[in-house]
């Protein structure tokens, strides 16, 4: 898989040139540095010497073409800027994946996938919720372990991720909640003979693992966190007839997916298993893979559980891939979901493809997190039991949730364990460019900014979803805040009410929705130190002038987060 140079000396070392002046770099293997602020004990129980030799063989062979694609990508964009979009294939690659061909047949265990639940694999507590029975007796059928919409790419996050998932495989993960406010100490376990199924996902093919460095570059987020989920839960898993299984996230083209597969293919042959003993689904959640949805599940097909239809981050790329085009600017993002002709025909397309080549098409998230009155929960309860009827309707085979209180609607909705022979009437090649339609309110950008304000106080507080107004709010949904408030500030859209979107109409919304968030702080808190409140009411405000800055800066940049921050500087 490639060499990796000369070790650096033992022990602290000079910084590699691409890192920050601040960091010490500490040799692990050669060619090998961590970051000696990352050099924790949780990362030194993750990365033993044969998890650094794994990841720096990766590294090896694949670094190169990770970034000839990223540096395609960015062609990409810089052409659908100037006025191109994105179109289906044709040619030798598009002929392949329209053949007579089938995925590798599917394990018995990821036969029945109805409902998934996902969150940040970060918080032990919460993995074990996702992995037990709920109170009412209701358990997901999977579990998806998140490294990356969902939890921040910190890398204290990040090795407590993988430390949860070895104890979440052997099913020996607890979880202590201390003795407070008259509430005795609680602890949570897991029940290792009543699990759902165990998936991770990882981090995407453009984010840098900043603490970590092989031959001098940072090694790939996504690369490290298959590598080490492989090495240490793999096996353990195969031994207790379990498939190991991923989710991989923000593909655009079919040859990133390729690449992809050649990682999965390595991994196997590192580890000694054979080839397809890992199972992957890809998230179909950029505007340019739904053109290329067939030809990425060909490259995957040895490897391959199935697509999903990732709604939230695809409207966030409907909106970034055209957010120069004046022609098509998108509505207010509430009113967006799969109602509109082209989310439905990417829906629909994508559930077509994968039954004609055997593999699972899932739906998406239903992201509500419990009210706070018996009404309100009445209501979400409908709006996800209509949600997922309405999924199920299509051909889906099953969906997300992000809460464990709608397991059971949910699951309600599907009543069967797959829909492998549903084929939906579409066109092989339905319109699937986003229209410009309304509405464009002035609601619409409060939220867009009252989004962006909840969600940046998590962020900078390592958090990476937020429960706020009844919603877990990810970092797609923050996606989709910041490119419509950008997009709509880039061509001074004007709003319902006559008003135009402009920096100063942007700097008003973020103060007045700041006034109101400060005001509710404060009513939540009464009774509680003064400065307590203002200690809170002050980490809104940071998180409001930082999102601001963000919303409004003059380049878009693709993502909020393209590397981890390194430890320490």
Known sequence: MGTATPPPSSGVTEAPATAGKAAEW?????????????????????????AVSLIAGLHGALQEERQELLRVRGERQRSFDE????????????????????????????????????????????????????????????????????????????????????????????????AADDQPEKIYALDPQDMPILMVRCRGLHLDEANLQVDGEPVSGGLMDLALSTFHTARVLLAQGKTPKYYVPKVEHYLEARWWNRLLT????????????????????????????????????????????????????????????????????????LNRPWMENYAMRLIKICHRHGAFAMGGMAAFTPGSTRELREAQTRKVVEDKEFEFSLGHDGCWVSHPYFIGPAMAAFPQENQLEIMPDVADRPELLPESTPPRTID??????????????????????????????????????????????????????????????????????????????????????????????????????????????????????????????
């Open 266 to 337: 390595l991994l196997e042959k590192e580890l000694g298993l054979p080839i397809g003993t890992l199972r992957a689904t890809f998230l179909i959640e950029t505007l340019p893979a739904a053109f290329q949805m067939e030809e990425i599940l060909y490259e995957l097909r040895d490897h391959a559980a199935g697509l999903n239809v990732g709604r939230w981050d695809k409207i966030f790329s409907d909106i970034k891939v055209l957010k120069e085009h004046s022609d098509r600017i998108m509505a207010d993002r509430a009113s967006i979901s």
């Open 444 to 569: 619409g950008l409060r939220k867009n900014v009252r989004v962006g304000i909840g969600y940046q106080k998590g962020w900078n507080q390592d958090i990476g979803c937020v429960a706020w107004d009844d919603l877990m709010e990810d970092l797609a949904t923050l996606e989709i805040s910041r490119a419509q408030t950008w997009q709509w500030l880039r061509h001074q859209v004007e709003l319902e009410n006559g008003h135009r979107v402009t920096r100063e109409l942007v700097g008003e919304v973020f103060r007045e929705e700041l006034e109101k968030i400060e005001d509710e702080i404060r009513t939540a808190m009464q009774g509680h130190p003064e400065a307590a409140v203002q200690a809170e009411v002050s980490r809104y405000a940071a998180a409001a002038a930082d999102a601001q800055a963000v919303f409004t800066e003059e380049e878009f940049r693709p993502f909020l987060c393209m590397s981890s921050d390194l430890v320490g500087t």
């Open 83 to 178: 006025g191109a979009v994105p179109e289906y294939l044709e040619g030798e690659a598009a002929d392949r994946a329209r053949g007579d061909w089938t995925v590798a047949p599917l394990p018995d265990d990821l036969l029945v996938r109805r409902v998934e639940i996902t969150g940040p694999i970060s918080d032990a507590k919460m993995v074990i919720n996702m992995l037990s029975r709920t109170a009412a007796g209701m358990r997901a059928d999977a579990a998806m372990l998140d490294f990356e919409d969902s939890m921040k790419p910190s890398w204290p996050n990040v090795m407590q991720g993988v430390v949860n998932l070895i104890g979440a495989a052997d099913g020996t993960l607890t979880f202590v909640k201390p």
């Open 26 to 50: 500490k040799g692990l293997a050669p060619g090998v540095v961590i970051n000696a602020a990352a050099w924790t004990e949780q990362a030194e129980r993750v990365l033993t010497p044969g």
